[in-house]
């Protein structure tokens, strides 16, 4: 454990009773907010937040417990970042799934205080890309990914905020906001129209409207840019996410048997989460002119019912 840098971050980003800075008992270091407003945790692996607990509030976020936490792997549930391809690399299997932003160690740039949030900015040097993060902690959790093209051709690359959301049961749970769009099923690769059709009634080759869980769900949703809310019937709570620079959404729970695959997810734990990801994937893949910075953002509320 480096316990020099543990005391410089706590010296020069620490605001007391706000944020400090301490050792996960895994070794990696972790940031804890704790304000009138919120909960939170994040780590500099992976630029990952794991918690966010608004006041009065149940968690927002699902983490496994059984997520491994060292420096090689990424951290299961909360926000991974998926970056710069996500899935499997377009051409050699055996880069990491989802790139490399979740599983590289980000440096502290910044924090500030403003009036009831906490924000904190990370940075990540993955060539030919230079990228930020700025996590923004109040009653609502709002994070955003910075990237610039600090080379001189035009580059390509796809991403995702993969966040995994806690939900009282998955039976519980339905999602508005993404039945006029067509969508990738992952499972069969077979693209499908919107599922409501152009007079509004549910269409016959896809999830019906509102979307429900009743088996794996891998679908990436094309063309979304409106709002998406997550109702959970048992809790009594809508969550909504409000995005910006994003024209894909994946929405994925992995189901029975792909959770027993899973070695850092538990057997039941599919039933306590639903993963809705703010990501630009291929053919929404990002295009970035030399020295430009695009922004992917999400914002994450409660809404009460
Ligand atoms: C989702 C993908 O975004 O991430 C799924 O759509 C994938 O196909 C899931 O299984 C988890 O990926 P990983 O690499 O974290 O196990």
Redesign the pocket.
């Known amino acids: 454990m480096d316990l020099a840098l543990l005391e410089s971050l706590n010296d020069r980003f620490a605001f007391e009773n706000r944020l400090e800075f301490a050792f996960h008992e895994s070794g990696l270091i972790a940031g804890h907010v704790k304000t009138d407003q919120c909960l939170a945790e994040f780590f500099l692996h992976g630029a990952h937040v794991t918690q966010f607990v608004p006041q009065d509030e149940k968690p927002l976020l699902f983490m496994s417990s059984e997520s491994m936490f060292d420096s090689s792997n990424?951290i299961?549930g909360g926000i991974?970042i998926?970056f710069p391809w996500?899935?499997s690399h377009p051409s050699n299997f055996e880069m990491p799934?989802?790139g490399f932003a979740r599983i590289s160690g980000w440096e502290l740039v910044e924090t500030s205080w403003h009036g009831e949030s906490v924000q904190v900015e990370l940075a990540l040097k993955l060539a030919p890309f230079d990228l930020r993060y700025v996590m923004t902690f109040s009653s609502e959790l709002h994070v955003e990914l910075q990237i610039t093209n600090a080379s001189d051709e035009l580059q390509t690359c796809e991403t995702?905020l993969?966040t995994y959301f806690a939900v009282s049961n998955i039976a519980n749970v339905s999602l508005t906001g993404l039945e006029n769009d067509s969508f990738i099923d992952?499972l069969t690769r077979e693209k499908h129209p919107p599922s409501l059709d152009s007079n509004g009634l549910n269409g016959s080759n896809g999830p019906v409207h509102p979307i429900s869980f009743e088996k794996e769900t891998?679908l990436i949703y094309l063309e979304t840019s409106a709002a998406i809310q997550i109702h959970d019937s048992d809790w009594n709570r809508t969550i909504e996410i409000e995005k910006e620079g994003s024209l894909s959404t994946?929405v994925?729970n992995?189901w029975i048997a792909?959770s027993a695959r899973?070695p850092d997810f538990g057997n039941d734990e599919y039933q306590n989460m639903v993963?809705v990801?703010t990501a630009n994937i291929s053919p929404q893949h990002m295009l970035i002119q030399p020295n430009e910075l695009k922004r992917v953002a999400c914002r994450h509320s409660i809404l009460q019912k």
Do not use: I, L, Y
């Open positions: 990424p299961r991974p998926c996500f899935g799934s989802h995702a993969h992952q891998d994946v994925w992995p792909k899973m993963c990801e």
